[in-house]
């Protein structure tokens, strides 16, 4: 082998060892627990923005409203359970 092959095969090497680090480490950094929370929390806001406004960006007033009924019907339940095992 001549030292023009032997210098290309190791600058590969290292090339590639740098490439991995850095993978690595962006796999790391990807699955700390505040990374995955922050991504499940943009998502969760998409999910919310889709069902919550239409394409123009106008609130879907019927949609909210149904939702508030809900919560409140749920809260009546559980607050009459409540004061009624007093």
Do not use: W
Not at 44 to 58: H, I, K, L, N, S
Not at 69 to 76: E, I, K, T
């Amino acid at each position: 082998m001549s030292d023009t092959s032997i210098a290309r095969l190791e600058a590969e090497v290292v090339a590639r060892r740098e490439r991995l680090a850095h993978t690595v480490d962006e796999l790391v950094g990807r699955a700390t627990p505040k990374a995955i929370f922050q991504r499940q929390k943009e998502a969760a806001r998409a999910r919310f923005a889709d069902v919550a406004t239409t394409p123009e960006g106008e609130l879907r007033v019927e949609r909210l409203a149904a939702v508030v009924a809900v919560v409140a019907v749920v809260g009546g339940i559980v607050a009459y359970r409540t004061l009624r095992k007093r």
